[in-house]
């Protein structure tokens, strides 16, 4: 139904920037919110940030919403995330993901479409 790709992950050195960029495709007026979570090896899944379509509404865990910043052009079925001031703990990959509804934007079940994830590594 849906299908996203993101892009812009690398290797950077802590306190760099980074985007993420993450595009829809297929039946994209379906989509409701998009958002980011991220994944360390042997950790759970964690929320990041999420966006209504609209642009009404941001969400942003604690640990990053000073230095990150989600955004969406919905002409381009596009998502970005804006990473600042990267620290070592931001190492993950990080997922990008959509629902159709509106749901418990923190929980990652209840995404209904998932990217294939861009590795963000950050070295000390």
């Not at 929980?107 to 990217?115: E, F, L, Q, S």
């Given at each position: 139904q849906v299908q996203l790709v993101e892009s812009g992950g690398g290797l950077v050195q802590a306190g760099d920037s980074l985007r993420l960029s993450c595009t829809a495709s297929g039946r994209t007026f379906s989509i409701y919110a998009m958002g980011w979570f991220r994944q360390a090896p042997g950790k759970e899944r964690d929320f990041v940030t999420a966006i209504s379509w609209s642009g009404a509404r941001t969400y942003y865990a604690d640990s990053v919403k000073d230095r990150f910043t989600i955004s969406r052009d919905n002409a381009k079925n596009t998502v970005y995330l804006q990473m600042n001031s990267l620290k070592p703990e931001d190492t993950a990959v990080y997922y990008c993901a959509a629902t159709r509804r509106n749901t418990n934007y923190l929980?990652?079940?209840?995404?209904?479409?998932?990217?294939q994830g861009t590795q963000v590594t950050v070295s000390s």
């Open positions: 929980v990652h079940n209840d995404y209904d479409y998932w990217g």
